[in-house]
């Protein structure tokens, strides 16, 4: 012992006989101690060196026994041996696995145990008893802090110390024989301290101290069963009897069975002449027969793995050991805790579990309490069964939030088990005890079934009506059984989940018997509804809800939060995407508290970036980093349906919308008709010898429904089933399993029967087998194609292996959805592709072909970051391209949307247009001769509002700069505002509007008449499938052609799309345009119509109206002043201008020859740019330097003139593009005004 401790320790006084003498500073001594163990290594030193000299029992011990009226001394005894005495676990956290720590955990142990043994003294808790018993005779209002301090250490002293595991190799203790727990009890109840646990029980002014009784009652209570208290002290009833002698005579015919089996191996000569035996038709490891040398009665026995070394197991798939075994304490112990029990439900039970229960939903509790919680439930329910049901001793357990609070405790502990697997032994357990409350909550309301009481029995009918009536109580057990893992659950979980199966599915069909209709909970997938409205009241309700709690999260949500799974196969960056999908799923279950725990657990997986937010964020900027999530448009993985394919793997654990329907239980029956839930079933039938007769007969009668009552007994056709069926028939002690026995020669008589007609039944009985194998292995297999999907031919195979490989190489994002659109047979779905190039060896795994989900970057901005943006606007707001200079000097690189967002969120610009490009403008210049160009680009600054020219301009001067992302917000930008446009143009025929002509036009003059051929094949061939099929579905526009994918990045190409009505990709899982599915057969065949190739310039809009019927100029009359001006669009006028620029060019080139002829050109665009039907009073001044050659007027009459004039010397190359009506255009230098 160290020095210091050994003086500490002397200095506390000495034992004298039965006297123990205290030093003068004893009390500053026991102090000491305490602050040692503060400061102790990660090896627990100093805890082991005290425990080696026993200062427990040799002097704390004896200092409060007789020094206990020193209350400052006694006070500080209780303190440490509570620090002294606490649990190994506690003290290291785990079982080391490293073997120093490890040595250091069992000498701590060995120290606790004893401690155990020195406290199992009734003069240790009798001092304990009377300090307690003084405590709680003081009211409230006259108790002080120190006194509630003490009487929590005194809860917390006994609950260490009743927490101490046996040394079963120490003990070395039989059934009734008093082991230390025991005595520990004895002395307990010798003292009086159980009655004051009882007191803390029952008493109102008492609650406090709830869990700490709780955790008490459950560890006196540790190594007992309700079944052998309920029978302590009483006769044998006559079931017992017959019980126990069905076991003895089950005993008594194996021993027998192994005598006879000995006898007959006993051969007449001795052993030195047994001889040596060829085995014919017996292979060895060479050719020849196997050469047997041993005597023939165990030649049944023989194996070729005899003498092998046996294969080590690896650890992750060993069988889950077992819990350690019950035993039977000394008759007195069992007679003083069945008292205890008897006090309990009649006094304490319902007030104790109300208390407990408000505290686990208040989260007031420390983690893991549950526990405590769901043993109690079950252990006095099962005694208040065997001791003469009484159902108001435990109506508060009795209830359907009892039923939901079990389920839901099951639904997290298997959610834990596969995500947390370290501790997933630990949560076995746990989920194993909720289990068990879950039968006791079956069992106890069929108890209350059975009543003689009336009100009894209809408030057990209540009750089986809603858990019959709710989907999530009926399905739990079918998940269950799915979902049993041998290396994760023992055996005894299985056979607690086999048989409260088995008496769910009785109370079930009894309950059915008596009603015809009988309506129950239907779930179908939930269509989640994301609405603007709807997510604007969702986010109302989750802002409230975080604001509510102060953005405050309790310590158990924190802890239960995992943001990613480290041993998963998934890359990291595809788990950040599915962690903000979650977050979004949160958001829109309203789970604000859930949503915001996984939010900052992932910022702590994943800081880089700031995608979560910075790490110094603010609670407010965490609150609108939640809003962007939940209204971005992320990612979703796509589930294909298959007949073949609906198991029902994932139908637990997801949130469902619910309808109602007719329930029928055979119907139910059926869903346990698969191999995933027959499996648990023979693999607990294996161990038929040391189950109990009930476990048997609950496994007999599953298979029984499901062979006998359904007719499938070809489910059990299997050779394992047969091999276990062997060893039941031929057991010695087969006659203590009848039933077994005769289900299994029926079950074996039903296959022989099969294989007398079906002469590959032997070849089935190596495989397991689904319904649809076992209706065809008993009825009669289908011909090829007979209700089967429809196979390949060999045509679509080629078909598909010459698309698969023209397209491998590509750089396409989804492989599979581009060669979808490409077959001919348009039925297959993406399933059925991917199926069959796996089958062809095209792919090695259908996981190459995976859809690829893309992150989102939902980024917040930061403080410094936001001084940055507003310094960079101060600087460049006099500019004439604000944003594109802000975007360039920007350190943190952001989309242009991005930015726009955040400058009005800054009120740094009131409205988008401030952030437009401006064209430099100087009346000044006009007058004292601005050139041509200048006064062109004057013609446009009448209309800044025109997203097509803002566009336009944008391509000229700043592409160079704009990221993709930039490019592709702009898209969607521009989509949106010609929304209306293009709703209105889709109705009228597209080959009538010469701004399509133009563009149609302008391409060709780019050579791009081979993507215009390709697409309008594209354009009729859905028009043709439309009209052959009557559906309308969006059809993708894949490029196949290198030419075609140019075609597709040219932004006049794009352009074109868009004005004939085609749709861009919507989110970032679409990499195509779209035909959508509103545009009719015949707007599609105008709009191919309209892609015509011509072999001159489009005409004006004067040769159009003049071609048009009487009819048609009446017809357009008729539609009224403000529907044509509503028609006109920016497009329009962006083709004035280009117009304009292509008279400039031709005047420049006719100028020497024809003089004056090159401004009277010009004039004669400029007029045929303007529609005749209204006057408008134009006049026009051509500047060529600082002369004016020509000052011209029009009105009404005149501009017709012109316009005809015009035409006729332009050489017909004229462009019609109509302007807005009540805008009047005045083209004119004021200082030269002619009226």
């Not at 001793?393 to 639904?411: D, G, K, P, Q, W």
Request: hydrophobic share 35%.
């Amino acid at each position: 012992m160290n020095c210091e401790l050994l003086a500490t320790c002397s200095a506390l006084g000495y034992l004298e006989g039965d006297t123990y003498h205290k030093e003068a500073d004893c009390l500053e001594s026991v102090k000491d101690l305490i602050r040692y163990l503060r400061h102790e290594d990660d090896t627990r030193d100093v805890r082991q060196q005290l425990g080696a000299g026993q200062i427990v029992q040799n002097d704390i011990l004896p200092i409060i026994i007789q020094h206990g009226q020193d209350k400052a001394l006694f006070d500080a005894c209780i303190r440490l041996m509570v620090n002294l005495t606490q649990p190994a676990m506690l003290c290291f956290g785990k079982v080391p696995d490293d073997p120093v720590f490890r040595h250091h955990f069992l000498q701590v142990t060995s120290h606790l145990q004893a401690y155990k043994e020195a406290f199992s003294s009734e003069k240790v808790f009798g001092i304990l008893s009377e300090i307690l018993y003084n405590l709680l005779q003081l009211d409230w209002d006259q108790r002080q802090e120190e006194d509630n301090l003490l009487i929590e250490r005194i809860l917390l002293l006994v609950r260490n110390v009743l927490h101490v595991p046996a040394d079963p190799c120490e003990e070395k203790k039989v059934d009734d024989d008093a082991s230390v727990h025991d005595r520990l009890l004895w002395a307990i109840h010798m003292s009086g301290f159980d009655d004051l646990v009882k007191f803390l029980a029952s008493a109102q002014t008492e609650q406090q101290w709830s869990m700490h009784v709780l955790e008490i009652i459950s560890l006196m209570f540790r190594d007992q069963t309700p079944e052998a208290l309920v029978s302590a002290g009483q006769a044998r009833s006559a079931e017992e009897k017959h019980r126990d002698s069905q076991e003895l005579e089950a005993l008594r015919q194996k021993e027998l069975a192994e005598k006879h089996s000995r006898t007959l191996q006993r051969g007449t000569r001795h052993s030195r002449f047994g001889g040596s035996y060829v085995v014919q038709g017996l292979k060895s490891i060479g050719d020849k027969d196997v050469i047997y040398h041993r005597n023939l009665h165990n030649f049944k026995n023989y194996t070729h793995d005899t003498g092998k070394a046996v294969r080590r197991v690896p650890k992750r798939n060993r069988q889950a050991q077992e819990g350690k075994d019950k035993r039977r304490s000394a008759l007195n112990v069992r007679l003083l805790l069945r008292e205890f029990c008897v006090d309990f439900l009649e006094n304490c039970y319902n007030h104790l579990m109300y208390l407990v229960k408000e505290s686990l939903i208040r989260e007031q509790t420390q983690q893991h309490d549950e526990t405590y919680y769901l043993w109690a439930l079950s252990f006095f329910m099962a005694f208040n069964r065997g001791n003469g049901f009484r159902a108001d001793l435990v109506s508060e357990t009795v209830s359907i939030r009892a039923f939901h609070f079990m389920e839901r405790n099951i639904t997290n502990y298997y959610e834990m088990i596969l995500t947390d697997r370290k501790e997933a032994t630990s949560w076995s357990r746990r989920m194993h005890l909720a289990l068990k409350a879950y039968q006791e909550l079956l069992l106890t309301v069929n108890e209350m079934d059975r009543s003689q009481d009336g009100s009894i029995r209809q408030s057990a009918n209540v009750i089986k009506s809603n858990i019959f009536y709710l989907m999530e109580y009926r399905e739990i057990f079918l998940t269950l059984l799915r979902k049993y893992d041998e290396t994760r659950q023992p055996q005894s979980y299985l056979k607690d989940l086999v048989e409260s199966t088995h008496l769910f599915l009785r109370m079930l069909e009894r309950f059915c018997k008596g009603r015809r209709n009988l309506m129950v909970q239907r779930g179908r997938k939930p269509a989640t509804e994301t609405s603007p409205e709807a997510l604007e009241e969702t986010w109302k309700i989750v802002e409230e809800e975080l604001k509510a709690a102060s953005y405050q999260l309790s310590g158990s949500l924190t802890e239960s939060i995992v943001p990613f799974d480290a041993t998963s196969e998934t890359p990291l960056e595809e788990q950040r995407t599915e962690a903000m999908v979650r977050v979004q799923d949160a958001l829109l279950a309203r789970l604000g508290p859930e949503a915001l725990g996984l939010l900052r657990a992932a910022r702590s997986v994943w800081p880089e970036g700031d995608v979560f937010g910075s790490v110094d964020v603010e609670p407010e900027e965490e609150l609108e980093l939640l809003k962007q999530i939940l209204h971005a448009n992320l990612p979703t993985e796509e589930v294909d349906d298959d007949d073949d394919a609906v198991e029902l793997e994932e139908e637990e654990l997801e949130n469902i919308q619910v309808s109602e329907k007719e329930f029928n239980f055979l119907d139910f029956i059926k869903r346990f008709a698969s191999p995933g839930i027959v499996r648990p079933y023979l693999l607990l039938l294996k161990s038929y010898s040391k189950n109990t007769p009930h476990t048997n007969h609950c496994i007999a009668r599953m298979l029984h429904r499901l062979a006998v009552d359904l007719k499938m007994d070809a489910l059990l056709f299997q050779l394992s089933v047969f091999n276990l069926f062997n060893k039941i028939l031929s057991d010695p002690a087969a006659a203590a399993y009848k039933e077994l026995m005769t289900f299994a020669k029926f079950v074996l008589n039903k296959f022989f029967a099969v294989a007398a007609k079906n002469n590959k039944a032997y070849v089935e009985l190596l495989f397991w087998k689904n319904v649809g194998a076992v209706r065809e292995m008993t009825e009669g297999y289908s011909h090829d194609g007979e209700g089967k999907k429809p196979s390949w031919t060999e045509e679509e195979e080629e078909e598909l292996r010459k698309l698969y490989e023209e397209h491998r190489h590509s750089e396409v994002p989804d492989i599979v959805e581009t060669l979808l659109p490409l077959l001919n047979n348009s039925s297959r779905t993406r399933r059925q592709v991917v199926t069959q190039l796996v089958h062809m060896g095209l792919v090695d795994n259908a996981k190459e072909l995976k859809k690829q989900k893309i992150g989102t970057r939902i980024v917040l901005w930061t403080e410094e970051q936001e001084q940055e943006l507003q310094m960079l606007f101060e600087e460049y707001k006099d500019s004439d391209d604000v944003l594109g200079n802000i975007l360039k000097k920007l350190t943190a690189k952001r989309s242009r949307a991005r930015v726009v967002d955040k400058l009005l969120s800054l009120g740094l610009v009131s409205e988008r247009r401030e952030l437009y490009k401006k064209r430099s403008r100087s009346a000044q210049g006009k007058r004292s001769g601005a050139t041509e160009e200048e006064f062109l680009e004057s013609l446009t600054q009448g209309f800044p509002d025109d997203p097509v020219e803002r566009d336009n301009e944008d391509d000229g001067e700043d592409e160079s700069d704009e990221s993709e992302e930039d490019e592709e917000e702009e898209e969607k930008r521009e989509t949106s505002l010609n929304e209306g446009r293009r709703t209105q143009t889709l109705h009228s025929p597209v080959e009538k509007r010469a701004d399509v002509g133009n563009m149609v036009w302008a391409l060709q003059q780019e050579g791009m008449s081979g993507p215009m051929l390709w697409l309008q094949n594209c354009l009729n061939r859905t028009a043709g499938d439309r009209e052959k099929d009557g559906l309308s579905q969006p059809v993708a526009l894949v490029p196949l052609t290198e030419e075609n994918e140019d075609a597709m990045d040219n932004k006049s190409f794009r352009k074109l799309l868009r004005k004939l009505g085609m749709r861009a990709p919507a989110n970032e899982q679409e990499s195509f345009w779209r035909i959508p599915e509103t545009i009719s057969e015949s707007q599609l065949r105008s709009a191919a119509a309209a892609l015509s190739p011509k072999e001159e310039e489009p005409r004006g809009d004067e040769e159009q109206n003049n071609s048009q019927t009487p009819t048609e100029e009446t017809h357009e009359e008729g539609q009224g002043l403000d529907e044509d001006e509503d028609e006109v669009s920016g497009e329009r006028r962006a083709q004035a201008l280009r117009a304009l620029l292509l008279t400039r060019k031709r005047k420049h080139h006719t100028s020497e020859q024809t003089g004056m002829c090159g401004s009277l050109i010009f004039l004669s665009q400029m007029t045929a740019v303007f529609t005749p039907d209204f006057t408008i009073s134009l006049k026009i001044t051509v500047w060529l330097g600082s002369h004016t050659l020509l000052s011209y007027r029009n009105d009404s009459s005149d501009a017709m003139d012109t316009e005809t004039n015009g035409a006729a010397e332009s050489d017909g190359e004229d462009v019609s593009v109509p302007v807005k009506r009540r805008r009047k255009m005045v083209l004119i230098d004021d200082e030269e005004d002619e009226d």
